[in-house]
């Protein structure tokens, strides 16, 4: 039993003709990944089949989550945004997911990144001289006065075929000797086909 990187052994007590529980301590969330050793006779013992297998322990509060999903780039400005706000605590949210809100490439999506570290231009309130980035810190102190937490979704697999990373640090992509560029592309399964998003590539982990 594996627990915060730590290996030690937890005994299984017989519960039933065929069911044995563990009890375990814990005081911290996470995945905790365990294997099973067994012996029939006490004597000789034998490890399960499975590499490993884990339990999810989540935290308390997620019992009483109610998300709502504001889509950025289909959602107007900051100023928009904050006016959402108000009406998604009316009608029963207390946590708001976000796409994501990095800037986007030529494509416009918010999963084709083209800069982890900006806060894209689009949402930008129209003569407000502040940075994007500090207009979003505004956003988000008005979610924390309504009691509203955020869930913001960050892409950090791949980025924009023309992304800051791709462009001038390439050896950070997946290298790929088929494409003329060398650059891995991202992709995806479709039934029993892979294919691949032609404007997506692989960060190298």
Known sequence: HNIF???????????????FHAK??????????????????????????SPSSYFLVAPEIINSVKMYTLIPNASGDFNNWKKYLHHIKEIGFNVVHLLPVTEMGSQKSPYEVHDLFKIDSQYGIL?????????????????KSLGIGLCIDLV?????????IATHLPDWIVPDAKRPDGLKRAGYWDNNEWKEWEDLVLINY
């Not at 007590?13 to 065929?18: A, E, I, R, S």
């Not at 994007?132 to 008005?142: N, R, S």
């Open 24 to 49: 375990i301590p814990l005081n911290k969330c996470g995945i905790f990944h365990f294997r099973v050793k067994y012996s029939f006779n006490g004597r000789k013992w034998h490890w399960d089949k």
């Open 127 to 143: 003569g407000d001289t502040r940075d994007t980035l500090e207009q979003f810190e505004d956003f988000m102190k008005e979610a």
């Open 156 to 164: 950090l697999n791949h980025v924009g075929v023309k992304s800051r």
């Open 5 to 19: 990187g730590k290996m030690s052994d937890i005994p299984f007590h017989k519960y039933g003709p065929n069911e």
